[in-house]
């Protein structure tokens, strides 16, 4: 089981807030810090503003060296394929290899409205998702000097060079969601990784039964495709600082150990290892303090050696 830093910095974060957490991280050993691709922040201000992801991982890249850094989920409706493609091999480049792409169709319609997006019905976003993952795909596995075209219903490449190529063959791609057709079969077409946020026990283990048989239909061996969760973290040495945790990100303890992984380290390290009974092999830790850098120690100290 690999644990990794996930953070939600449209609630209110600078980039050197940022960057302090991936720096510590990687320092911890965590296997990658990711971050959200969000414009709005969700039930807060979000103060001093947004940051743009890929600009936030473009400079990370060059401020840490071994920690693998990604999106999730970067939104289909916020940026063309092409350029998207090239803006991720541009950070691949700038991190010697160590992006990750996790991408989905976008939720968040107010921070469309707030930013001027366009935001089309839900059958118009899964449509230009899945031609943005044939794109992005289609243009980092153009072999040099062949050319890319692709000829959709909303997007159209002709005589692509397909440039710039990333480090890695193909930077992963992690693809998200509790769709119970479409979005297994894109991930079994797509990703290298399938994601189920913020889940309970039984609903991962319906999904991911459902994303293996999508595998299977393709004849794609499921082994080949990493499953990972999700899940807020607040972890605490004592039950005194499982509720301080819990207070400072505004959330009650019983409900954090229902809906999240939080109690004591043993508590935490039991029930990371019911996920890895159904199959998770990662496990994103969405930490949204990111103030308490002694928590992310904590967890390096007293969970990651158990697991």
């Not at 596995?141 to 397909?162: I, K, M, Q, V």
């Not at 119970?180 to 039984?202: G, I, M, Q, S, W």
Request: hydrophobic share 40%; aromatic share 8%; charged share 25%.
């Amino acid at each position: 089981m690999e644990l990794r830093v996930f953070t939600e910095p449209q609630q209110g974060a600078t980039y050197d807030d940022l960057a302090r957490v991936a720096q510590e991280a990687e320092r911890l050993g965590f296997g990658a810090f990711f971050r959200s691709d969000h414009y709005l922040g969700m039930g807060t201000e979000g103060r001093p503003g947004p940051s743009d992801a890929w600009v936030t991982l473009a400079g990370l890249a060059r401020e840490t060296s071994t920690i693998r850094l990604g999106t999730m989920m970067t939104s289909a409706t916020f940026r063309l394929p092409g350029p998207l493609a090239i803006t991720v091999a541009n950070v691949d480049q700038m991190s010697g290899g160590r992006v990750e792409l996790g991408i989905g169709a976008g939720w968040f319609e107010d921070e469309h409205t707030a930013y001027g997006i366009p935001f089309p019905g839900t059958a118009e976003r899964f449509d230009r998702f899945e031609e943005q993952l044939a794109i992005i795909t289609g243009l980092w596995a153009t072999a040099a000097g062949e050319r890319f075209g692709f000829d959709g219903e909303h997007y159209r490449l002709a005589d692509s060079p397909a440039l710039p190529k990333p480090v890695q063959a193909k930077p992963p791609v992690l693809i998200g969601g509790l769709g119970k057709r479409r979005t297994p079969r894109l991930a079994a077409t797509y990703a290298d990784e399938f994601n189920l946020p913020f889940v309970d026990e039984e609903t991962t283990a319906a999904q991911f039964a459902r994303v293996r048989e999508a595998c299977a239909a393709q004849q794609r061996d499921p082994e080949s495709l990493t499953l990972s969760n999700a899940l807020v973290l607040c972890v605490g040495a004592d039950e005194a600082e499982v509720a301080r945790r819990a207070a400072a990100i505004g959330r009650e303890p019983a409900e954090l150990r229902t809906n999240g992984l939080a109690g004591t380290p043993a508590e935490v390290v039991d029930k990371i290892g019911r996920y890895a009974a159904l199959g998770a092999q990662r496990i994103y830790l969405q930490v949204l303090d990111l103030a308490d850098l002694d928590h992310l120690r904590l967890v390096a100290a007293e969970v990651m050696p158990q697991i």
